[in-house]
């Protein structure tokens, strides 16, 4: 005790603490093992220390003023090197410290310390003029290092401080017009939107355009001068946290309309942008998601992109052109032309809304979906969902993956309104109830998808995919795509894997070399007709028009091999990585 005290450096807590433990000491039920235990922990130099440091990071710094000790680091150190010079040869550690005080990469340590003690920061700004009469407007006088980033005007534009200028209709005065994100307008905090332009550079902007004002910024070297009467109110920039993701691919460079293509930000479907602003109605400011550059792009806005979806359709259906009807045939139709076909499907069982009508076929404007992270939840899988064109291969790419697990990858039971038959259980192979209790159900929207075959009912209800979920299982589903609206809600949480078609050439060469047996027809077994392959090409089409936006994955069914370990890749990925997902499923 007497020696912790004498250390005038001991933390003052630790020695009230160990005074403390003293004079409790006869009333703790402790053993005198305990009580020693405790009071050399306190007294401990370990102790001490992460004290001490704690006690530096929550002061941060506030108590004490970290200055250089040196300016001139490099120079002693090459005076080092000259006095060690000699017994580099016989000392081993002379030898090392000469070596170590040569990298580059110490040299430039040491460069860069002294130019932050020396404060020799480049580039330089000249001093701020101070000449100003004192009948003028308040202004305010900004300084900026030119750069790669643009401002732009009406017509032109130039790569300079990342805003965007204007003439203003009532006043005629240029103005800024928007700030980007990130931009150094931004990052300066001394620029806003609605400020008005009065010189660069010592030039007096009035009665010019923006372009005249553009070439001026053009000419300019080094740091730019803004003159400029601070707008009326200075809301500040606050990025929001939306992100979405694209369904459209988009190139500023190829877009008439966008105000400045080099504040342009391109992007890919299926990529996932960061809104960080959508003060414009027109153009938004966003970044890619994981992108280091940190200055925002423009972009088309919902209600722009939507707009110009209508018209660019509008003026389709104007011109005759057929190709967004072509897409719109059904299964089985014959005519590549025809939006609505009346002959015939072949007997086929497959499970579908036996309306098929425009509620849910119509196409819906897809341009961006607001999406958020959703992690990985133990013991609550999301379920898998093939989509794709009858006789693509769903059905045995499911078997073969159920196959590697049947413990953990399940299928819902199917509801027959049918009879079973010799050796067939119910719960098990079916689950089999009345005509009446299926139509009763399909009117209260309890099942997911439904169709009739042969005069019988056959559906799959939503309850028997909760109850997989929920015991725990990876529930596995092959619908039809009309079932897609049913599924995809933020109680089941699907994740949705489009099995794709190869080429026509593709498709026929390796069915025929498996000798894939035709799923148009059950009262023969034979191959695909050339007939055929085409139908499941214009399924695919139909079904990408209309529902793409919703895939979260695809896979091009080409060798089935290949195909099924992609899916076996996805599977592990959903279950152990968060995944973007629609932003109501994690609200």
Known sequence: MTAVMANGNWDPALSRLLVSLEEARQVLPSSEEEFGFLSGLLQSKELHALVKVHNKIINNGKDEKFHPTVSNSMQIALDVLDV?????????????????????????????????AQKD??????????????????????????????????????????????????????????????????????????DEVCEVNGINVEG?????????????????????????????LRESKVR???????????????????????????????????????????????????????????????RRIIHERTQKEKSGDESLCSVSVLPGCQSPKSPRCASKPKTKKIMYDTAENDDFDREEIATYEEVAKLYPRPGLQRPLVLI??????????????????????KTPIPYTSRPPKHGEVNGKDYFFVTREKMEEDIEASKFIEFGEYKGNLYGTSAESVKSLVNAGYVCILNPHYQALKMLRTPQLKPYIIYIKPPTFDVLKETRNAAYARSTFDETNSRGFTDEEFHEILHSSERIEFLYSHLFDEVIVNADLSVAFEQLVRVASKVETEPLWVPASWVQ
């Open 84 to 116: 060690i010079a000699p017994k580099a040869t016989s000392n081993e550690d002379c030898k090392n410290l000469f070596i170590l005080l040569q990298k580059p990469h110490i040299q430039g340590l040491l460069c860069a310390h002294d130019a932050v």
């Open 121 to 194: 920061y480049f580039p330089r700004l000249p001093e701020i003029p101070l000449e100003v009469d004192e009948d003028e407007e308040t202004i305010k006088i900004v300084q900026l290092v030119k750069s790669s980033e643009p401002l732009s005007g009406a017509q032109s534009v130039e790569p300079i401080v990342g805003a965007t200028i204007k003439t203003d209709e009532q006043t005629g005065k240029i103005v800024i017009a928007r700030i980007m994100h990130g931009g150094a307008a931004d990052r300066s905090g001394l620029i806003h939107v609605g």
């Open 208 to 236: 010019k355009t923006p372009n005249d004002v553009l070439k001026i910024l053009q000419a300019s070297e080094g740091t730019i001068t803004f003159k400029l009467v601070p707008a009326d109110s200075k809301s500040g």
């Open 244 to 306: 979405v993701r694209a369904h459209f691919d988009y190139t500023s460079s190829t877009d008439p309309y966008i105000p400045c293509k080099e504040a342009g930000l391109d992007f890919k479907k299926g990529d996932i942008l960061h809104i960080v602003s959508q003060d414009d109605a027109y153009w938004w400011q966003a970044r890619r998601e994981g992108d280091r550059n940190m200055r925002a792009g423009l972009i088309p806005s919902r209600a722009l992109q939507e």
């Open 388 to 409: 794709g064109p009858p006789g693509v291969g769903r059905n045995e790419l499911k078997r073969r993956l159920i196959a590697t697990d049947p413990d953990k990858y």
